[in-house]
């Protein structure tokens, strides 16, 4: 995490995070049962022990890299997670670094004690990284990531790791858990590349609807979609279940067939992915084999970031304006860095730290609301009441449906683009339901002693109407779920301090379905899914006798967020809703342009200062924003 300081208040103490019981078990049940959970056990221990049966010896005077040995298990017996770079003599003819971090990327324990840039880029993640690998093509540029490398870790780099990258709650998984107040689980990246390392991987472009509302240049636009797509986009192999949504939609009225493109168009169509055709997956951290790399240092496991942002004569006069001009920071040591800018007038430090650590960072360095800044001890350097204002995350609502034919292990692929303001996905793979109820279990229990029980749906259920062939009497099951993203949306929240620790998630509440429309379109969106689960093609991966009422009661009783279950919900498509929303990890806001940022994502009334994330954004553009995201930095 990332914050701004200025000579006025005390450095904030560093405090090590701590891991919610509840958001563990809930994020384990959420997408183990929804997404792919069986898969990735089986998949995973399988990589992991043929981890250890490989491994290598000790470190030799010249030791060549052999098929299939990565970055981690060679760290693992050398005892170093950057052997590459301090052992120049390793020969590695299979590029155990996917890009040319040997060179410039380095743990924030080996950066000087002060340094000079003409850019300081805070945060790694899908719009930081084509940032600064663009500007190091000019300019000298630090980016700082208070996470490590994205490679190496089969949570991150292989699709089967998923779900255990979002369930892992450890000080440093890839993905930092937090709860809104709305009682919906979500994830902030926490690694190079940030969440385009932890997200189902989806990519495609946003409407160009949404370039013309922005005011980008269309030209532009495209040119550097097409940069960020040279290295990280693929075509995915449509496999069974995958097909079958797509006719799905096709015959529920979601058309025309667009066939397989990037573009946002209306009707149904296959979008890309950043997992390649082998399942392995590539972050915006891949665009970093852009950059020049004796222009550019790249900075690991740097924390407690504090953002120098006044002139030493500032007096807190109304007619001065703050500049910002240096960063302090700390290594995984506690040991102090400082970087400054050059003293240049187009230097300047950006913010890339995502939807929330761009305003959370701003508020801890005095830049917000200033009675939410007092209230924490902050000292006020500028009262500006729009940061964190303004956040809103896409309302997800899905039906799972347990197969009785293979499915594939799948993400997004297949997506219909409606007319209603609501996008239909799938993904398929295997549930391990045994381990799935028995976490199940520990969440209930943990609940009724914490907070509020939910209330579960006690009518008729999947199992009881199968008839002949129960999948629950089986260890494991195979499924697909289809699953609903709400456009926009309408509805909005805000963000706000918990503490003046960095290391703290701000408390978030998104106000989900609080607009009408909203609500509305989640409706209509689930009378599609309705029809798509009823075609013929899905419906030879349903169950006989499964009616779309008994899939609804089967996804009330699973704890898919913390909200209370009414009984009347699989009765009224707006309690469904309302009910079992859970997030689809697009949220945005909080620096808005026009209110934080001006339309160059200068922040208004500081100087050589600006933000460039999803913060900036009031809606979230396409079906999947990480491709937008990316062209932005670019």
Not at 209 to 234: C, I, M, T
Request: charged fraction near 20%; glycine fraction near 8%; proline fraction near 6%.
């Amino acid at each position: 995490m990332a914050y701004l300081i200025t000579r006025i208040p005390k450095f904030v103490k560093s405090l090590l995070p701590i891991a919610d019981a509840s958001s563990w078990y809930c994020a384990v049940v959420l997408l183990g049962l929804i997404l792919l959970a069986g898969s990735f056990r089986e998949n995973y221990y399988d990589q992991e022990t043929d981890a250890v049966r490989g491994k290598l010896r000790p470190c030799e005077e010249i030791y060549v890299v052999g098929e299939g040995e990565t970055l981690h298990t060679i760290s693992d017996k050398c005892g170093d997670p950057f052997i590459v770079e301090h052992n120049p003599h390793i020969h590695d003819p299979d590029d155990v670094f996917p890009a040319p971090y040997t060179s410039f990327a380095k743990d924030a324990t080996s950066a000087p004690p002060a340094g000079y840039y003409d850019y300081i880029i805070i945060g790694g993640g899908t719009a930081g990284c084509p940032l600064a690998a663009t500007l190091s093509a000019t300019a000298r540029v630090l980016l700082l990531e208070r996470g490590g490398l994205p490679y190496g870790n089969p949570n991150v780099t292989h699709i089967t790791g998923f779900p255990a990258s979002l369930s892992d709650t450890s000080p440093t998984s890839a993905a930092q858990l937090f709860v809104s107040t709305d009682g919906v689980f979500n994830h902030r990246g926490r690694v190079l590349g940030g969440s385009s390392a932890i997200n189902a991987g989806f990519y495609t472009r946003a409407s160009s609807e949404h370039v013309q509302e922005a005011g980008w240049d269309p030209r532009l636009v495209n040119e550097s979609y097409e940069w960020a797509e040279r290295k990280l986009a693929f075509r995915p192999r449509v496999l069974q279940w995958q097909a079958a949504v797509r006719d799905g939609l096709i015959e529920a009225g979601v058309f025309p067939y667009r066939g397989s493109t990037y573009e946002h168009l209306h009707g149904t169509k296959i979008g890309g992915s950043i997992f390649d055709e082998n399942g392995n997956r590539h972050t915006a951290a891949d665009l970093l084999e852009y950059a020049d790399p004796t222009k550019i240092d790249v900075y690991l496991h740097a924390t407690e970031f504090v953002f120098q942002s006044i002139h030493d004569d500032y007096d807190g006069d109304a007619g001065q304006k703050p500049k910002a001009y240096g960063v302090f920071y700390r290594d995984s040591t506690g040991t102090r860095h400082m970087a400054y800018l050059n003293n240049e007038p187009t230097n300047e430090i950006i913010l890339s730290a995502g939807a929330l650590g761009s305003p959370q960072l701003l508020m801890l360095s005095g830049i917000g609301p200033a009675h939410q800044l007092r209230a924490q001890g902050i000292s006020v350097i500028l009262d500006q009441p729009m940061v964190g204002q303004g956040m809103s995350d896409n309302p997800m609502n899905a039906i799972l449906i347990p197969s009785p034919r293979p499915v594939e292990t799948s993400l997004i692929e297949v997506v219909g683009i409606t007319g209603v303001g609501s996008y239909i996905e799938a993904a398929s793979g295997f549930l391990e339901l045994a381990w799935a109820h028995r976490m199940a279990d520990n969440f209930a229990n943990f609940a009724n002693q914490n907070i509020q029980p939910n209330k579960i749906p006690t009518n008729q259920t999947i199992s009881e109407s199968m008839v002949g062939s129960d999948p629950y009497q089986n260890s494991d099951f195979q499924a697909g779920i289809i699953l609903e993203k709400i456009m926009g949306p309408f509805s909005t929240g805000h963000l706000e301090l918990q503490s003046r620790d960095p290391n703290d998630n701000p408390r978030v509440t998104f106000n989900y379905f609080q607009d009408p429309r909203d609500l509305q379109r989640c409706v209509q969106g689930m009378e599609i899914i309705r029809r798509v689960t009823e075609s013929g093609p899905v419906s030879a991966f349903r169950y006989p006798f499964a009616s779309f009422r008994s899939l609804m009661n089967l996804m009330l009783s699973f704890p898919t967020n913390l909200r209370r279950k009414h009984l009347t919900a699989s009765y009224s498509m707006e309690q469904f809703c309302v009910d079992t929303v859970m997030t689809i990890w697009h949220y945005h806001g909080g620096c808005q342009v026009n209110t934080v940022v001006d339309r160059d994502y200068r922040v208004i009334g500081v100087d050589a200062l600006r933000v460039i994330d999803g913060s900036t954004f009031y809606n979230s553009p396409g079906t999947n924003p990480q491709a937008t995201v990316m062209m932005l930095g670019r």
